[in-house]
């Protein structure tokens, strides 16, 4: 069952795997913007897949802007592509059996073009002509677009999980800082860190490849609201308004521990040349 936005106020006041080098250009780090200023953060979409021997390396690239960005940035591992992510036969064995596969991460895989994994969605902007973007340049988009003036805040105002419905109720709210360019949508991820499960890493030596307890990291479990989103802000919204909206979804059936989950609200152009582009993320972390 499904439960639909409940309230929207206007207020006027995400076939091999691919092979690149490590970056090479270190982590560019723009200097942090001014207390109190509002700029932009950053959503990567890490493109991943349990059979890609590429992507432990991907993962702990996105730490590491991680660990320079902090809050600035927002990490989702989405898993896709059949080749990659799909369970290996013989299924019941015990070993590759989970399918980390969604809705939301086949939808992306078709629509931005994810041809070999490991590759990134950064804020959906092209980089270098492309969308889907190899590791190696991961350091370089996100440097390029973090802490950009913001068109809109966006922020997780509340977020609470009843453990006998079994749904989580949150409040999401946006700030209008300057003119829009097109209309915003609103999607709505739930992700989980924490699991423990097989995954290959070609950075160890033949026959030690395959790890059956690594750790699995900001894993995408859904998106609530469809891998699309819905209507949230106008074209015409003006600066200074402020809009919220508030929803109760029930938790999606592959959660395995719902404290280890988190709530990433993001919004994005739904028209025009730059459509998809994601203008603001926020996440929110579950609280016992």
Known sequence: MRFPLTSLVLLTALASCDIVDLPKDGLATPIPPGSGTVTRRVLLEDCTGHLCTFCPEAAVIAEGLKGVYGDRMVIVAVHM????????????????????????????????????????????????????????????????????????????????????????????????????????NLTLYLTEDHIIDWQKDGTLPLGQQDIPDYEFNHVLRGALNSPWGEAFIPANAQPGDTLETTFTYPLPGNVLVPGNCSLVAYAYNNAGAQRYEVQQVAERKFTP
């Open 81 to 184: 592509s059949s080749t990659f992510a799909a369970p290996q036969a013989p299924v019941g064995d015990g070993i590759y059996d989970t399918d980390f596969r969604t809705e939301a991460g086949n939808a992306y895989e078709q629509q931005f073009l994810v041809n070999g994994l490991p590759k990134g969605l950064i804020n959906r902007t092209p980089f270098n002509n492309s969308m889907a973007i190899s590791r190696s340049s991961w350091s370089s988009a996100v440097a390029q677009l973090i802490d950009q003036p913001a068109t809109i805040d966006l922020w997780v105002d509340s977020l609470a999980f009843n453990s006998g419905s079994n749904a989580i109720t949150a409040t999401v709210k946006a700030a209008v800082l300057t003119a829009l360019p097109a209309a915003q």
